[in-house]
């Protein structure tokens, strides 16, 4: 889950949890739905970032390396 479906998810969930005024839909409580929501978002964001920040500490080693390999003759 990318950074953008975090997001969307939190946005929605907030709006299911306090910007639908029916609480109670066809035996589904859409406030506690909307708290789920919210909480997969926050969760996949916060992974998202976490692994961003570890591919680009890879890159960075990997590019490190490179420089410092003696040239062939």
Same mark, same amino acid.
């Given at each position: 889950? %990318? *950074? @953008?479906?975090?997001?969307? +998810? *939190? =946005?929605? @969930? =907030?709006?299911?949890?306090? %910007?639908? =005024?029916?609480? !109670?839909?066809?035996?589904?409580?859409?406030?506690?739905? @909307?708290? *789920?929501?919210? %909480?997969? @978002?926050?969760? %996949? +964001? *916060?992974?998202? +970032?976490?692994?961003?920040?570890?591919?680009?500490?890879?890159?960075?080693?990997?590019?490190?390396?490179? !420089?410092?390999? /003696? /040239?062939?003759?």
């Amino acid at each position: 889950m %990318g *950074i @953008g479906t975090s997001i969307f +998810l *939190i =946005a929605a @969930g =907030a709006i299911l949890r306090w %910007g639908v =005024a029916d609480s !109670f839909v066809l035996g589904l409580k859409l406030d506690v739905i @909307g708290l *789920i929501l919210i %909480g997969v @978002g926050v969760l %996949g +964001l *916060i992974l998202s +970032l976490i692994l961003m920040q570890q591919a680009r500490s890879r890159v960075d080693v990997v590019e490190r390396d490179q !420089f410092r390999q /003696p /040239p062939r003759v």
